[in-house]
């Protein structure tokens, strides 16, 4: 079965950081663009970053040179690294699969970013 | 960056009857190498994950009921529902993968009249 699981999530306070993981079951990750989309409480869905298959990435203005996005091919997992952080990027966080043809057919549970002090 | 915007925001139906709610986006995304819109629609309950139902605009998705239906082209969408059921109570999100940043649209919220 096709499955990813973020895990990571926590409170933190403003300009503290943070790393979020996401485990793949299924399928592999390097072969898949692979995103990171967050979710404000109440609110819609934001794209934050992409890695492509071929290693290229992509990030949202409001997270650039903030966010770092990886992969790890030997565990399958994808990550997120979340430097000096501020209350607007309180968020659940969902990674998701970007079939390119399917849109984003396969999503997480995601995971809570509570920024706060 | 390409802007997506749905309407209505919200919208309350009765048990039976058709949802529609509409999506534009601010530039075609229409792919004239294989005639595909790069449009997907989703939906999301209450505490979970968006759920995909709908890509290429109008192809379902495996397993999504066929009272869920997907139309237009170039930059203006539709995502009807055909006899609202109880549990497609959520906010409907399209989505556009033409190009990055993927915008999503601000989401519509259906309920039930």
């Known amino acids: 079965e096709v499955q990813l699981e973020e895990t990571g999530g926590d409170l933190i306070q403003p300009g503290g950081s943070l790393r979020l993981s996401c485990a793949a079951s299924?399928?592999?990750?390097?072969?898949?663009?692979m995103s990171w989309v967050r979710q404000a409480p109440g609110k819609g869905l934001e794209w934050v970053s992409t890695?492509?298959?071929?290693?290229?990435?992509e990030y949202a203005d409001s997270v650039k040179g903030r966010f770092t996005i990886s992969r790890d091919d030997s565990n399958n997992t994808l990550s997120l690294q979340m430097n000096s952080l501020r209350a607007e990027d309180t968020a659940v966080y969902y990674c998701?699969?970007?079939?390119?043809?399917?849109?984003?057919?396969?999503w997480g549970q995601g995971t809570m970013v509570t920024v706060s002090s | 960056d390409i802007v997506m915007t749905q309407s209505p925001d919200s919208l309350a139906v009765s048990l039976g009857e058709r949802a529609t709610i509409n999506c534009k986006s601010s530039?075609?995304?229409?792919?004239?190498?294989?005639?595909?819109?790069?449009l997907g629609w989703y939906q999301q309950k209450p505490g979970q994950p968006p759920k995909l139902l709908i890509y290429w605009a109008s192809t379902r998705e495996s397993g999504v009921p066929d009272r869920f239906s997907g139309s237009g082209s170039g930059t203006d969408f539709t995502l009807t529902i055909s006899s609202l059921q109880a549990e497609d109570v959520a906010v409907y999100y399209c989505?556009?993968?033409?190009?990055?940043?993927?915008?999503f649209g601000q989401g519509t919220k259906l309920e039930i009249k």
């Open positions: 299924g399928f592999t990750v390097s072969n898949n663009y």
């Open positions: 998701a699969r970007d079939s390119s043809a399917r849109a984003f057919d396969v």
């Open positions: 530039q075609s995304v229409f792919y004239y190498s294989n005639n595909k819109n790069y």
């Open positions: 890695i492509y298959s071929g290693g290229r990435i």
């Open positions: 989505q556009q993968y033409y190009s990055t940043p993927r915008t």
